[in-house]
């Protein structure tokens, strides 16, 4: 792993090639095979993932009830995302409570991704605090836009709903 394949990650943006190298210390490489399932909604989460080449699916439980206290286990893809765009995935469990997954994340190709530990995040920004405050900012940004994508489908849905009903 290098600089220039972590650079184009959003959560690295404005950091040096002196401040990236400090998370390649500590970033593990890891591969799935197509299938495999990276996150588990519900799963306590520590760590954010970098696919670095590869294809996932982001997903999550459809858990309505349904009759005699049965749930409705199937889930609903929200986006596939693929190396070539620089993503990365598992931020939001960060800074939750409880620290817990919010959605499924599972291969649809062959893929490695970089694995950055919550705990070496943390210590690296605070032993640093302008990349402390980059990768903060960034991750702020991150987890901005995926809330305001999560909003229009909300609204989205719910404006179909409406006129479902409407008729």
Not at 8 to 37: A, C, H, M, P, R
Not at 70 to 85: C, H, P, Q, V, Y
Request: aromatic share 8%.
């Amino acid at each position: 792993m290098n600089f220039d394949k972590l650079n184009n990650f959003q959560i690295f943006e404005d950091l040096t090639e002196s401040d990236i190298n400090k998370f390649i210390k500590v970033i593990e490489k890891i591969k799935f095979d197509v299938g495999e399932k990276l996150i588990t909604e519900g799963d306590k989460g520590d760590c954010i993932y970098l696919l670095l080449d590869g294809e996932v699916e982001v997903n999550q439980a459809l858990t309505l009830s349904m009759n005699k206290g049965e749930f409705d286990k199937r889930e609903k893809a929200i986006i596939n995302l693929k190396s070539d765009t620089f993503p990365q995935f598992g931020e939001m469990s960060m800074f939750n409570d409880g620290d817990l997954r919010t959605a499924n994340v599972r291969s649809l190709k062959k893929c490695t991704v970089a694995r950055l530990n919550k705990t070496d995040l943390f210590n690296i920004c605070e032993k640093n605090s302008d990349i402390g405050y980059k990768v903060m900012r960034n991750l702020g940004r991150i987890v901005s836009a995926n809330l305001a994508k999560s909003n229009q489908n909300v609204l989205k849905l719910t404006t179909a709903f409406s006129l479902m009903l409407d008729r």
